[in-house]
């Protein structure tokens, strides 16, 4: 039997009490956080600081390598942990063929991009990004789209969760013309998980409301 089929769902009884259980398991809770935003911090506070690309990078990839190996000796998921261990290499691999500090940014800012557009595409066909991956969860494509009210909640929490790429795009990408190393090293920094975890904040409170009754009379099979 499956965690999630062992878990108790008796007491779900609102569309916000399931989808805040479901993003729980999603974003690996606070370790898979901290874990994520842990090396791409070091090595943004290091290059700042030294100026010293390889260094920076040397540093922050022996703080995820060990942060791996916790992970495997704990023989736990190690998702999060790779994710930054590779994006640390991709900004190595820019800023090393253009040889220019600013591309070690680049990545990120294309990433947001392109993450951003893929979000509210997602809206905009209908389809929200968070309903998918609560559907990917319990094994159930399409099942969280015939309540409305899970619907009109999972389009606010995509678009909540679309903001942070946004604003960095918006901010970045000028710094980055204009090569303002430092005041991208900077909003790297602010604008990374700080505003990722405010941007989960208001995706929380807004499950904390608790006001959508599940409507479907097929609801309780997304418990499973």
Known sequence: MSAAEERPTADVATVEQLVRQRLAEAFGGVRGIVEAAVP????????????????????????????????????????FVINALVGIGIAALFASRSGEARDVFLPGIIYNAGYAVVLVATVLIGWPAIGLMIGALVGDMTQWRRDAGMRRLCNRLTLLFALPCVVRVVVQYPLYLADQIAWLGASKIVMGWPLQIAALLAMVWLLSRNSTPLSDPGGPALRA
Request: contains cysteine.
């Open 40 to 79: 791409t911090a070091t090595f943004t506070v290091c290059y700042l600081t030294t100026r010293d690309l390889k260094l920076a990078l040397i540093i922050a990839s022996a703080l995820t390598a060990v942060l791996l190996i916790v992970r495997v000796a704990q023989r736990s998921n190690p998702q």
